[in-house]
């Protein structure tokens, strides 16, 4: 099926991340509870499902430092798939255990199955993926499986003819390897596969799906080690400078991300070919993307390697025009949506407007005081998506508990709300206002507190780990979000295929045994 442009008209989604869906694991997947939530999404009158990026991470769980920009995580990867496909046994679940060493082992054996026993439609199928993939797909496994034999060190930590991607020692030192290789290939093949499926499935719903683009990569990752010439690290993946934001309303420090900055230079000699590929892979997931951090194409912040905050940093111009002149003669047709939050010139506004990109307002930043302020829903214009809060602000409810008194009484003057009706008063004032598109947080439409929040920026620990579960959604709740939808003109494109039922809201185990 296939969908109209998604910025075309008024609409209203819902922001949850993979990772946050219900069932037995330590984290979510793209299983039986994805399907549900798209269900949920049409009841409800949403047309849009946002999410943060899906590539394989690091051990702190962070999908915007993850090991490559076209992977998909193999921990989002449905083992029910592979068990209705006959490649892992029936009773898996009696034996199953939550972490993921088990969950990868499982997913291991389950490829090793499916690559002996597949019928030879799907053999074709996987050879033609990795045919088509070939330019990102085999500096990745070369990667992930030279980590694993390092003990999972970064690749500035490996011997130095594989730190510098020599490919005669990289050949050589995988060699025994070649079965690995083949099926961390499969483990890809099996992640597009799964996706493919579930937008489809989210495309008959009537739901776009909304991704989520890091502007900068990690530096321990595929892009940097087979690429570094792109990048701003010298052979050994050592750099003088590293990216981050200055001091804000989220950090007095600032944020010292530690990403490796690019090397422009290089990669306007190319035609951003790099960055043209990387967003082939965005398109082929997602029918919206957003560039997190899009100020960074205006300008950058550059921190010295040295510096343990961002204080000490310095703006240097970035080639944002360039850039987005290529991607416009590449894709014909594309949505984008700048995060343009923080510290935002006039020059970063212009670069937004003069290539027709919607930006971001946040309404907990909203109620300063200042009637000008422009997170505030008076100011909105219809090039923009609302929000909220945003995956690394805390949930609205508990925004509003801990806010001043004096913060308190503007929200409820402005709303003309009680404290009791926090955050749907919000909620409703995001869904009436002239912004094009309204994204609400799941924990925000489920009136969660701040046990419930995604992420803390600056913050190393207890992030990313949030999950719902389906006795968490109120009786009634998606007729309600449907209702306020169609009220303020953001109804779906259509009716949903089928009717949201309580049971259609089991846990997994439980919906395995009906």
Known sequence: ???????????????????????????????????????FLAAAGQSVWQMLPLGPTHGDRSPYQCLSTHAGNPLLISLDWLVDKGWLENNLWESAEPH????????????????????DATREDFDRFCRGQAFWLDNYVDYVVLK????????????????????????????????TLRIRKFEQYLFFTQWRSLRNYAHQHGIYLFGDLPIFVSGDSADVWAHRQYFSVDEQGNSEVVAGVPPDAFSDL??????????????KQDNFGWWKDRLRTQFSLYDMVRIDHFRGLESYWEIPATSDTAVSGRWVAAPGRALLDEINVAFSEMSLVAEDLGIITDAVHRLRKDYAIPGMKVLQFAFDGDPDNHHLPHNHTPDMVVYTGTHDNDTTLS????????????????????????????????????????????????????????????????????????????????????????????????????????????????????
């Not at 989604?13 to 269900?39: C, K, M, N, Q």
């Not at 390092?150 to 079965?179: I, Y």
């Not at 439409?445 to 006795?471: A, K, Q, V, Y």
């Open 148 to 179: 694993e034999m390092h003990h999972g060190a970064s690749w500035t930590q490996w011997p130095v003819e594989l730190r510098l991607c020599d490919q005669a020692a990289v050949r050589k030192a995988l060699k025994p390897f070649a079965a």
């Open 1 to 39: 099926m296939k969908l109209h442009n998604p910025l075309d008209k008024r609409r209203s989604g819902v922001l949850l991340h993979p990772t946050s869906l219900p069932g037995p694991w330590v984290a979510g997947d793209i299983s039986h509870s994805a399907y549900r939530f798209i269900e």
């Open 254 to 267: 600032g944020q010292r991300w530690g990403n490796p900055l690019y090397n422009w230079k290089a990669l």
């Open 399 to 514: 925004w509003f508990q801990n806010a001043g008194e004096s913060e308190r009484h503007r929200v409820r003057a402005y709303l003309e709300c009680s404290d009791q009706d926090i955050p749907w008063a919000l909620i409703r004032s995001a869904m009436m206002s002239p912004a094009a598109t309204t994204i609400l947080p799941l924990q925000d439409i489920l009136s969660l507190d701040g046990e419930h929040r995604m992420n803390t920026p600056g913050t190393t620990e207890g992030n990313w780990c949030w999950r719902f579960n389906w006795e968490q959604f109120p009786h009634g709740v998606a007729e309600r979000l449907r209702e306020i939808s169609e009220r303020y003109a953001r109804g779906s494109d259509g009716e949903a295929l089928r009717s949201f039922q309580q049971e259609n809201l089991l846990p997994l185990t439980e919906r395995r045994r009906a």
């Open 100 to 119: 993921d060493g088990w969950r990868k082992q499982t997913l291991q054996r389950g490829c090793e199955v499916a690559l002996a026993q597949c019928d």
